[in-house]
């Protein structure tokens, strides 16, 4: 048995290069770039009006004109203009080019219109209301690094640059492996002594959120079909993750039938509660990476999110999400297990407090949709106090 | 011009009941829920053996037994059996039934098994290592109420009851449309005085977030055009999300096409910053509802989150998130208009601390990505405080 923090530990020690590909850009969302994105001009690409109203020379301010004839009309996709009387004015919209002799903008609340002259009612300042070429970004800067994950706003990014295309790291090809003869499928009318699958979907719901889609197989506990069937899956996938069959059972095949096919047991059973039966193992020669989780909803639940997520994001090159919290009970963590804890959390005057869910046992899948997270909890000798800061990893937003 | 705190409030006073549809599972993540899910059985349906090892009864132990022939094996998705002799043992392994007259189970680490005769290491208690029917929860409670969200934890519900088949909440069939003769698409090259769109790409990603497909429509500075293409757009779509034209510039002739083709104005301009020029209005004969922002990027990013998103929740009848967080710099905000702040968050030992981002003004489209969403300060007398808690609306996890 190992320590919790050796474990996690030697699970980002394995990580995969998984290569990158492109992608549409309508296929980026929640992907990871793979490139670093220029600004391909200046943002904005040209001196920009700010507000609805006239463009003027400050110069006719300095010869003490308050009053402007309007010459012409600028909007937004219009080529630039040019004033031809420096002492007149153009009219123009939110967006569009200030012309190429103006250099300051006026907006209409702040002007008398009338018999197409234009009248101050304010002080003007040079410069005013225009949003300059290249006062956000020069072309040729980075508006996006490598390794960005691709939200709404980066989204729009790469679209005002024209990248209808994008590459993007690969992500994995992940099998999610149910086990146990107890198991029916969703649609299944169970007998008395049969469940359906929950956990593997579960799973297969997770990993959707992580833009991958999941195969999903179930074995049953016969020693020489495991083998067989993966023989084939360690060929075709990167990961595995596996849902049972890793206790000390008289069916608990997997860890064994694993280390036949050469997959080399990383570690097996860590001091932790719950998912203390967790099987880690890696297949040099075909990259395979194998998280083997014990088959109990909170428990498989808990270590996909503990290890197969920053697993994930390691090997994508992305920071590992790092969250505390305040713990909002006292609680015992004796050695040598380390806990987590279910909680839920509660934003009260911006601080995060963790407040502990009853769960009846790693079988109690219902708990899960009680919480947002799991709290680590390392044990030590004397109790964890209210107020506590403590990590905190987080299932459900 | 109205209060922002009135402008929100009448946007929630418009939402729409958008009915329910039946989804296969599979496409349920990320819905709502628009029924109540039952436990269809106990949960566990059975008494279940929470470790490996042997199931006894407990009167062999008041009759001084300390070990046990072991008379059969059950494993998980056999059906129940039966203790020929009260005083032997089953042999049994985690997730299996507990033979009808056994009560009490004890792991392979607490037995000595020798000639198959198990002999107790350690003190047992009667009942131990029984996961108990209906412990967790009993045939016909709530598993999941109406108005639920689904994630992965819920997923794992849904199925364990055999729910192939959902009933949710219909999302509304959104259209998203960009203005302004300036944008070309995004695999285009502009010309110097073109912008790509970007706008309405950040919002149809957006908008991906909540499973909504939004179709989108680019509409020329053309009234008459405008008008034509409107009229179909308000029949055949529950919402519209338009991006610029609602300013004072000359070609800003969305409110009144709107007007014209009876779209009740429920109010145009809003005491905030950025994203004063919003118009929000509502066609009640087709029951659609228009939002329609101002063109720049941070303001129509801005008040998709401020408002589209708090509709949204209400109209699908779930909580609108609140969150709350501790400024990081002491800021002035003046008289009339409520300003919406661009922020990083920073989780400092469990409080949420909001600094200030960056930002060249509301066409600075590069800010976004540098930030987590908007602290929204209400104007008032007195400068807002470093560590003063502020409500925090959230465009980036």
Redesign the interface.
């Known amino acids: 048995m190992i320590h919790f923090n050796d474990a996690y530990d030697k699970v980002l020690e394995h990580t995969l290069d998984l290569g990158t590909e492109m992608v549409a850009?309508n296929q980026g969302?929640g992907r990871i770039l793979a490139e670093t994105i220029y600004a391909d001009r200046d943002?904005?690409?040209?001196d920009?009006a700010?507000?609805?109203g006239i463009a003027i020379h400050s110069d006719a301010l300095k010869n003490g004109l308050d009053s402007f004839r309007i010459e012409g009309?600028a909007?937004?996709?219009?080529?630039?203009q040019k004033l031809k009387d420096v002492n007149n004015c153009i009219?123009i919209?939110?967006?569009?080019?200030v012309p190429r002799n103006a250099d300051t903008v006026i907006?209409?609340?702040h002007l008398n219109i009338e018999n197409g002259v234009a009248t101050l009612l304010k002080q003007v300042k040079k410069g005013q209301e225009i949003?300059c070429k290249g006062?956000?970004?020069t072309s040729g800067a980075v508006?996006?690094p490598e390794n960005?994950r691709i939200?709404?706003?980066?989204?729009?990014?790469l679209?005002?640059?024209?990248?209808?295309k994008i590459r993007v790291k690969k992500l994995p090809k992940v099998c999610v492996i149910s086990t146990?003869?107890?198991?029916v499928e969703?649609?299944?009318?169970?007998?008395?002594?049969?469940?359906?699958?929950?956990?593997v979907?579960?799973?297969?719901?997770?990993l959707?959120?992580e833009k991958i889609e999941a195969t999903s197989i179930h074995l049953k506990?016969e020693k020489a079909d495991i083998k067989k069937e993966l023989i084939h899956i360690l060929k075709t996938y990167d990961v595995l993750l596996l849902s049972?069959g890793v206790?000390?059972?008289?069916?608990?095949f997997i860890p064994e039938v694993l280390e036949d096919l050469e997959v080399e047991k990383i570690f097996h059973r860590v001091a932790q509660k719950p998912g203390k039966p967790f099987w880690f193992g890696v297949q040099s020669a075909l990259k395979t990476v194998v998280f083997s989780f014990p088959?109990?909803?909170v428990s498989t639940?808990a270590n996909y999110h503990i290890y197969f997520l920053p697993w994930l994001c390691r090997s994508l090159d992305v920071g590992i999400p790092?969250?505390?919290?305040?713990l909002d009970a006292s609680v015992a963590v004796k050695p040598p297990l380390t806990r987590f804890m279910q909680v839920k959390i509660e934003?009260?005057?911006?601080?995060?407090?963790a407040i502990p869910v009853h769960e009846?046992?790693s079988?109690?899948?219902?708990?899960?949709?009680r919480?947002n997270g799991f709290v680590c909890l390392n044990p030590r000798g004397n109790a964890y106090e209210i107020g506590e800061?403590v990590p905190f990893i987080r299932?459900?937003?």
């Open positions: 850009l969302l943002f904005p690409p040209f920009r700010a507000k609805d009309l909007s937004a996709g219009m080529p630039q009219e919209m939110t967006g569009a080019v907006m209409y609340e949003h006062s956000d970004l508006l996006l960005t939200g709404a706003a980066e989204f729009g990014v679209a005002s640059v024209g990248k209808s146990g003869n107890e198991l969703v649609d299944q009318s169970p007998l008395p002594h049969q469940i359906r699958k929950s956990n979907l579960s799973l297969y719901a997770a959707q959120k506990d049972g206790s000390k059972g008289k069916f608990d088959g109990n909803p639940f790092q969250e505390e919290v305040l934003n009260r005057k911006g601080n995060l407090w009846n046992g079988g109690d899948l219902t708990s899960l949709v919480s800061v299932t459900n937003p």
